[in-house]
């Protein structure tokens, strides 16, 4: 018979409480938690490398946020310290340490590709195309742009759908974010809402179609990369942009240079790089990635691994609240004698803003509110930071949890669907404190 070896994550993945035995000689008690012991409890603070003071708040089946990280360096021009995940299309993502700032710069700013990148991101002879259901269609250059329409700064988030697909079980398909694929930088451009008016809409308009330069992996020139659009009333939304710069400079290529759409909070396939076209149709736009599962996810619960049918998928639109830790980095040691730290952050939740924001170092037993300061402007991120203390020497995780406006705070368990999108689990870091 032929064994195979399983990585971690594979071994957690059908049931997390039969590996919690065989990998720390843990059973669950009282039907949810299984108390650490005896060589359980040594073998979990070998491979965390301590003691873990707070072991009987440890959740069954989970695996130690020390051993759930993995990190590949990738360099591109005009970004520095990003994780590659993949070469054809390009994607990478942040490292949560890089993304500290308040503005993300453009070096650190993620990659998400769907196809090719043009060639040609010079600004000199772009046009934009606003046609469909509208009364005067437009041919428009940046420069149209910049001189017919109020030019506006904003802070937008901005993230890819997917971003947290790592920690799906049964793993989904495609980029494996982990918590990167995410970034608040300060964009330049002209309303949507601006540009529409003066194209002039039909009665019949009901959502955008956006076409970019990019081309399909394939290179056949039939073929769209991706195609997506928005309701009508979303494309109003004063903080919807035609951008052509990003902080202060002209966007990165891999950032959609000369000019894209920004729709903050909702998924990042709707802010088309490398933007030509904006058709305004009279029905759901039904271009490539558009159905019938992409940037989807299921009308109802459903349990991991499960198959769900075409019909009973809904277009993600409002991206779920959200959490970061960005500092300190996981897997930190605190000096001996030295037990208390500032932890922070970012939160950010869609269309509405972040309310609350709580931390726990002792595996969300107890909670303590965060400081969170309000967003410079609606749809930015939002910095929140706590001090910390750590009573004893050992292995801790810092955890964090935010709410919404409308209440809603980030879960615990991930809400599994086929694509993985929309995980916004709790974040959480590792940390050894010295004797």
Known sequence: MKIRERGLCELYQNDPERADALVFGRVADEGRRGFL??????????????????????????????????????????????RILND???????????????????????????????ENTSADGWTLTIDGEVNTPMELSIDDLRNRFEVVTLKLQHECGGNGRAGFNPPASGNQWTYGAIGNAEWTGVRLRDV????????????????????????????????????????????????FQMNGGDLHPMNGAPLRILAPGWP?????????????????????????????????????????????????ESMPVKSLITYPESGIVLPRDHRTLEVRGHAWSGDHDVKEMHVSNDFGATWVPAQLDPPPNTYSWQRWRARMAFPTQGYYEVWARATNAEGVSQPFAIAWNPKGYLNNAMHRIALRVEA
Request: charge should be neutral; hydrophobic fraction near 35%; glycine fraction near 10%.
């Open 37 to 82: 012991r005896g060589a359980g409890l040594a073998a979990m603070g070998a491979v965390v490398g301590a003691a873990i003071p707070f072991h009987r708040n440890y959740p069954a089946g989970l695996i130690p946020a020390a051993l759930a990280e993995d990190t590949k360096p990738f360099t591109i021009e005009g970004k520095s310290g990003l």
């Open 88 to 118: 054809r299309p390009v994607n990478a993502e942040t490292p949560a340490p890089l993304l500290d700032p308040d503005v993300t710069p453009t070096d650190r700013y993620f990659i998400r590709n769907n196809g090719l990148p043009p």
């Open 196 to 243: 529409l008016q003066a194209a002039g809409l039909t009665e019949n308009a009901k959502y955008t179609a956006h076409y970019g330069a990019d081309s399909h992996l394939s290179g056949d020139p039939e073929k769209e990369a991706v195609s997506r659009g928005m309701p009508i009333w979303k494309a109003w939304d004063p903080h919807t942009l035609i951008a």
């Open 268 to 316: 990042g396939s709707v802010s088309q790089k490398w933007l030509t076209r904006i058709w305004v149709r009279d029905q759901v736009h039904d271009g490539q990635k558009m159905g019938p599962t992409s940037y989807r996810v299921p009308k109802y619960p459903v349990a991991p691994g499960q198959d769900v049918p075409n019909e009973a998928f809904r277009i993600i």
